[in-house]
């Protein structure tokens, strides 16, 4: 911080200019280069896509995204400890599984045991990782071809869900923020929370920087490593949820597919590094976003879905390339 | 050892308190820890004899000669890009695009075989060729992560399979009379041209891995990249040449099974990625990189198959009993593979 304070003043006092303006540089642009993207996509929607400005477009944006948001916060905890969560797509799946079994006992109930699933299936993927130490990717790739299958044997059909506190969940909206979004918030805000402000948090961080050096000071490794799995189960069962309550409907064979990915992408649009390390929770929030614009102006526009494919390769590419530069300067 | 050094980020107990476990190997150790080596590198093919044994007493009609050739067919495709996959993964890398090059291939052969049968063969494997060496130069000269680069790849792929279909809705049918049918469909001594395919790939891989100056260097890379380096071996050309080799091999098994379905299919190879890798690993082939066989991967993907086989024998198991069977045998796989690397000296 003083650093940067005293170059502020020799700047100020050689050239008054340049000291209102923030370094341009590499390290700068990583940091900040998904709000920047946002910001450039979100002004030229402005001129290329109809009635952009308003809140119909704002809500059906936001309300795509809150799923994706909330599995990409378990994510970018499991990606800051250097790991990866394959199974997310596949925990959403059994949650969705789940809930018209448990229906008949209430909303409250079938949400419960939702999660749990979740918790469990979660529970499972860091006892793997933590105390066998079998690699997180292979770990969790396991569990997603499983839990897809279980998923559907639970499941197997498309099932309406029929429950007014589900239809509410899934449509309504308090002071015109709809549940969904308002839960992708919350969810978001407390994964800051913990990643700033508790121990687990900073240990995590810690040992995504360097897991033997995190365990010889003492650092519990393995406990917060399955912790951080277990939230990061527990977060994709509630986007199952998310997704149940907004389609009315159980759809185990589809629900949550390729999830996984774009969960992978925001994160590290977001400017988290694949190696762990960092998380950093507003990027991921607006890398899910920009992805979610980028489709939806690719929709709008009347442009293929291929080619939204395709746009999305190249951003991903773009945007771990600009995060490279900082690293080797 | 190796191992070790190659995951400095995975969740690692730390190293100073394995030595006190492992006290002077006795003559009796020693062979345990022989035997866990073995066990890890050829668990797979116990597992996958065992089944084969159990499945033939079971079932009428599993050890028929049209059912083991049912297995082989259905293995052979996931086979050819799994083969490409083992490669990528001995260099410690990974290749997720696969199961979308695959569609591509298929779709371009299929394509293809509408002008001839050489275009049918050649352009898929030139694109798919090309796709794989794009993601090597940009794993190699940009430095990026093979994991990420090939996730875009993987995006990238599927992308440019709707584009030639026009979204999924055009599919290109293979002409009756194409002589390109043939390539899959046909027969040489009464074995499935596919069948040759896969075993010739298999012997010039394995040949590749043990007897030419390209295998050690692979294992080199995937051991310490760094010391390959400083070394002076090859590691950017190695490794261009092994994702290109994945591409084409992952294309070409488009081309085997647009021949043997006559047709071009967007849909397939949603999750083939996952098959192979799991294939790979099953192998014995540590995922870090450094050390497996080629052999390994062929036993992992007909472990797969027969599992899906023995499924369908059971009536009241749906398909989606393979999908829990077989991500718990991996799992199986991978803990049992872990422990008994612990117990190697």
Known sequence: MTETVVQGQQADRADPARSRRPQLDADWLRRNGVYVALAMLVVVDLFIVPNFASVATLRLNLLQVAPVVVVAMGMALVIGTGGIDLSVGSVMAIAAALIPLYIGYGTAPSILVAMIAGVLTGALAGTVVARVGVQPIVATLALLVAGRGIANLIGGRIRTVRDPGFRELGSGSIVGVPYVVLVAALVALAVWLFVGRTTTGRQLVAIGGNARASALAGIPVKRVLTTVYIVSGLLAAIAGILVTAR??????????????????????VGG?????????????????????????????????????????????????????????? | MTQQAAQPHGPETPEPSRPPETPQPSAGRAGAARFAGLAQRQGALVVLLVLLLVASLRFDSFATLDNGRAVLVAASFLAVIALGQTFVILTGGIDLSVGSVFALGGILAAYGSTYNTLVAIVLPLAVCGLIGLVQGLIITRGGLEPFIVTLAGLLFARGLSLLVSDGGSTTYRVPV???????????????????????????????????????????????????AELMGLPVTRTKLVTYTASGVLAGFAGVLIASYISSGV???????????????????????????????????????RVIQNVLNQIPYLNSNWQAVVSGSILLAVVVAQRYLSRAQP
């Open chain 2, 177 to 227: 009379d194409s002589a390109f049918r043939q390539l899959s469909q046909g027969s040489i001594l009464g074995v499935k041209n596919l069948i040759w395919i896969v075993v010739i790939l298999y012997a010039i891989g394995t040949l590749l891995l043990r007897r030419t100056s390209y295998g050690p260097t692979v294992l080199a890379i995937g051991g310490q990249q760094d010391a």
């Open chain 1, 272 to 329: 988290s590094p694949l190696l762990g390390g960092q998380v950093r929770v507003l990027g991921t929030v607006a890398g899910a976003l920009l992805i979610q614009l980028i489709t939806f102006t690719l929709v709008a526009r009347n442009v293929a879905d291929e080619w939204a494919q395709i746009v999305q390769a190249v951003i991903v590419l773009l945007a771990v390339y600009v995060q490279l530069g900082r690293r080797s300067s």
């Open chain 2, 266 to 304: 967007t849909v397939l190879g949603v999750g083939t990625e996952l098959d192979a890798i799991a294939a790979v690993v099953l192998g014995g082939t540590l995922l870090t990189g450094g050390a497996g066989t080629v052999l390994g991967t062929l036993v992992g993907v007909l472990l797969l």
């Open chain 1, 247 to 268: 389609l009315q409907a159980s759809d185990p064979t589809r629900v949550g597919q390729l999830y996984e990915l774009s969960a992978i992408t925001a994160v590290v």
